[in-house]
């Protein structure tokens, strides 16, 4: 497990170590091409986010309208979206994490944001690439999908009947927070350090976090927790309701991811001091 040892000078040391903060703004990253195809890697695993994801939603709808033939206990169920979500998630994570670091997610991208694991421009571009593939992806969707995606709700999130908005937006908040916590967690170097004997792979439980958020906020909210998701959906679908509550698939997810960086990088490891340190170094 991570400890202190001591060294041959009789001084203290960690068996891991921490990255530096991130400078808060870095121009130079722009001259790079590890930071474009980082975007273009956010791009396309969105899009096949959004596309796999969306697509089994409509899917099941499908399967279980009654009023077309189906059976109402037919197709995938919220257990079988529920797994599509949090599948994809740790497949694209693993596919992308050594390119990109696998964010598929505003909301994850501004939490490492201001835990300074990612600089502005990186966070900025990250977000747009995020949330053009995920208007793509549902795009493809509804191309393949034209007789039932409008029916079925194009797989717009928005809040459900009998829920009040405050409801909605505790359940984003809250969601989003056990995802990106789980981020924190998973890819903590101090973690890696301590379970070194265990082959630990990050991926898993970031996806299986996605799965059981699912589960509880599905009947709620539809699950956001994943502005771009929602986002992407919204564009396609373009109806009132998904544009009446979409704000909350925005402010949730981001002030849960706030809350989850904060937790982790200020209470957990109690680093939040250098991160604080050199965003007041930058000013």
Aim: charge should be neutral; proline fraction near 5%.
């Amino acid at each position: 497990m991570a400890k202190d040892v001591e060294g041959a000078e009789g001084v203290t040391a960690r068996d891991y170590e921490d990255p530096p903060p991130t400078p808060f703004f870095d121009a130079e990253e722009l001259t790079k091409w590890s930071l474009y195809r980082a975007v273009i890697a956010e791009f396309v695993a969105t899009l096949l986010f959004l596309y796999i994801t969306v697509l089994t939603v409509i899917g099941y709808k499908i399967s279980s309208d009654t009023k077309a033939g189906g059976d109402e206990c037919g197709g995938v169920g919220i257990l079988g979206i529920a797994w599509a979500f949090g599948g994809m998630i740790f497949i694209l994570v693993y596919c992308t994490a050594g390119i990109s670091g696998g964010h598929i997610n505003p909301a994850v991208t501004f939490g490492l944001f201001l835990a300074r694991k990612v600089s502005l421009v990186r966070a900025v571009l990250y977000m747009v690439a995020q949330c053009l593939g995920a208007i793509c992806g549902v795009g493809f969707v509804k191309a393949f999908q034209s007789a039932y995606y409008v029916r079925y709700g194009g797989g717009a999130n928005s809040l459900a009947d009998g829920y009040s908005t405050g409801t909605g937006l505790a359940a984003e908040i809250i969601g989003t927070f056990v995802l990106v916590y789980t981020v924190f967690s998973a890819t903590d170097p101090k973690r890696n350090a301590r379970d070194s004997h265990v082959p630990v792979l990050a991926p898993l439980p970031i996806g299986f976090a996605v799965f059981m958020v699912h589960l509880a906020t599905i009947p709620i909210t539809g699950t956001g927790i994943n502005p771009a998701r929602s986002f992407g959906a919204a564009v396609i679908y373009n109806e009132s309701k998904p544009w009446d509550d979409h704000w909350i698939f925005w402010v949730g997810p981001f002030i849960g991811a706030a809350i989850a960086a904060f937790y982790h990088q200020f209470v957990l490891r109690a680093s939040g001091s250098k991160s604080l340190g050199s965003f007041r170094s930058a000013a």
